[in-house]
């Protein structure tokens, strides 16, 4: 578990304020500066509701894209044995947005694709891991 860390949580803060842009703050580039800091999704997506920042443009295509909400559309099939590692990896019937991405990099395909795939199966992919929703 991670350690409250007060000076990264300061230099977390004014990262983010710095930034966003009109309040937003894309969840491609908090997966960046998660990855440069050293520390988790959780603790940026904490820190941008602490400060009122809304997260935009989600790499899996669920929210955060101006005047259509969502862009993830329904895949017209899903292959066997990606279905199956989606399947195998619900809990609670959802599949988290944590096992996606890493469903993504195993099947070496776009996030959305599993997305798209997860639409196509009727499977909400939820929690996100920078707590939206």
């Not at 669920?62 to 017209?76: C, E, H, K, N, T």
Request: aromatic fraction near 6%; charged fraction near 30%.
């Amino acid at each position: 578990m991670e350690k409250e860390r007060p000076f990264v949580e300061e230099v977390l803060k004014e990262k983010l304020k710095k930034e966003a842009t009109g309040g937003t703050f894309p969840c491609r580039r908090a997966e960046k500066l998660a990855q440069d800091m050293g520390i988790s999704l959780k603790k940026i997506g904490e820190a941008l509701d602490i400060l009122g920042i809304k997260i935009v443009q989600c790499q899996l295509g669920l929210f955060g894209y101006p005047s259509q909400g969502r862009i993830v559309q329904s895949a017209p099939a899903v292959a066997p044995d990606l279905k199956d590692a989606i399947l195998s990896g619900l809990v609670n019937e959802c599949l988290a947005c944590e096992k996606a991405w890493a469903l993504a990099q195993e099947f070496k395909i776009p996030r959305i694709e599993i997305a798209s795939a997860c639409e196509c199966l009727k499977i909400k992919i939820k929690p996100c891991q920078l707590g939206a929703f």
